[in-house]
């Protein structure tokens, strides 16, 4: 009965036993949440760390090298006028008696475009005519008279040879010589007469013909400052009555280039230009002379372009002011850089980066002015496109990013219309990336 009753005890002190006994360590909870805990702050101290190491390294900013097409302009401004202009007046003074054309009419040469009244000058013509025939007749006259003392002068020496020199005396002889002397020379004074006389008709004829005013060349009325019954008051200076063009098909656009760009401005580069009155139309134009003489206006110095203009549909008209843009320099498909990366160098470690020279610097960096730099690209000037250079092939630096790091590659600068650069280069390629800015970790 004892036997039966032992294995009861041994399970009761078991029970008694486990409750106070402790489980090892590798099957306790606290343990294991312990060592999550460990790691979770360790993986987060890693990532903390690898992200300030990769706050602290430089940022860069960069842009695609490209191919592309590069052009130098000069703006500037001035008015069309006719390829050739001619103001017609009058030379006479009177009365008009009729005009025959008017403002847009197409003339043709020696067309009459006004007249005059005529009666003065008739009168004139036949006053001078009859002066003419006065003369004439006292040429006839004094030819008779040298007639007559020629055979007067004759009879007297003829009557000496006969008579042995005995008559007629020596002062016979000489009265009739002398007589004959006067006739002759009355006679030269009539025949001068003559021709003052004819003088004064075909003056007072060429005058009559002015009164009819005709047109010099074929062209266009611009103008007209006459009417039917106006008196014409001639002067020292002939009076305006038309203004004539010779053909609006062909224009001149003369503009004013500034001293600053008259050295790139030459004859036969390309030009457009645009007016008022078609905002959104581009006229084509080419350089056909620039002026050496000079004009000063508010102490600004500029030169006269002349540029020749197609205007076969006759949308544009004399007088218009127009704003063109001369192509002074062109370069096709050449490699090109942004500006910025000219101007940009790494930062040295621990350099602000806004003090570091030559690097982009943000949006203040390249508000605020910097000096020239030995070796760059030359000053840049005014223009009426922006500001360009021409770089004259100068050796110059370039940062390309490659693989995260900012690597130097030698370039020769060319033309720059002040936003893109023409650069020449054996290792840069398109599609590489030049760096044009530098930003510090903070800034991320």
């Not at 610097?361 to 360009?388: D, F």
Request: charged fraction near 20%; aromatic fraction near 4%.
């Amino acid at each position: 009965m004892n036997n039966k009753q032992e294995p009861t005890s041994v399970t009761s002190k078991e029970a008694l036993l486990g409750a106070t006994v402790s489980r090892p360590w590798w099957r306790r909870t606290s343990v294991w949440a312990g060592v999550a805990v460990l790691v979770a702050a360790g993986a987060g101290l890693a990532y903390w760390q690898s992200v300030k190491a990769a706050r602290a390294l430089p940022q860069y900013v960069s842009q695609e090298v490209k191919r592309g097409n590069l052009r130098l302009t000069v703006a500037a401004n001035g008015t069309l006028v006719p390829t050739r202009q001619v103001n017609i007046g009058s030379e006479l003074s009177g009365t008009v008696r009729n005009v025959r054309v008017d403002v847009n009419d197409r003339v043709k040469k020696d067309q009459v475009l006004v007249e005059l009244d005529t009666a003065k000058l008739s009168a004139q013509v036949a006053r001078s005519s009859a002066s003419l025939a006065s003369a004439q007749a006292r040429v006839a006259q004094a030819q008779a008279t040298t007639k007559e003392a020629r055979a007067n002068l004759g009879r007297l020496e003829e009557v000496a040879r006969l008579s042995g020199g005995k008559v007629p005396s020596a002062a016979e002889l000489d009265t009739g010589r002398a007589t004959l002397e006067r006739a002759i020379a009355d006679e030269k004074a009539a025949a001068a007469t003559v021709q003052d006389a004819r003088a004064a008709l075909s003056t007072d004829q060429t005058n009559l013909s002015k009164a009819s005013i005709v047109s010099p060349i074929d062209g266009v009325v611009l103008t007209r400052a006459v009417d039917p019954g106006n008196a014409v008051a001639a002067s020292l200076q002939a009076v305006t009555l038309f203004t004539l063009a010779e053909d609006l098909s062909r224009l001149k656009l003369e503009v004013s280039v500034d001293e600053a760009d008259v050295g790139t401005v030459l004859p036969d580069q390309k030009a457009s230009f645009t007016v008022s009155a078609y905002p959104s139309r581009s006229y084509p134009a080419l350089v056909k002379r620039v002026a050496y003489g000079s004009t000063k206006t508010d102490n600004v110095v500029t030169y006269i372009a002349t540029l020749e203009v197609a205007n076969e549909d006759l949308s544009l008209r004399p007088g218009m002011t127009a704003a063109a843009t001369i192509t002074s320099t062109e370069r096709k498909d050449v490699l090109l850089v942004p500006n910025a990366a000219l101007r940009f160098t790494p930062s040295v470690p621990g350099a602000a980066p806004a003090a570091r020279e030559g690097s982009g610097g943000g949006i203040m960096g390249q508000l605020m002015p910097r000096g020239p730099r030995p070796g760059g690209s030359g000053g840049q000037r005014r223009g009426g496109a922006g500001a360009k250079t021409d770089g004259g092939d100068i050796p110059r630096e370039v940062w390309v990013l490659e693989e995260g790091k900012a690597q130097a590659v030698k370039v020769v600068t060319g033309i720059s219309d002040g936003r893109m650069t023409e650069v020449r280069s054996e290792t840069l390629q398109p599609g590489m990336a030049v760096i044009t800015d530098q930003r510090s970790g903070s800034t991320k």
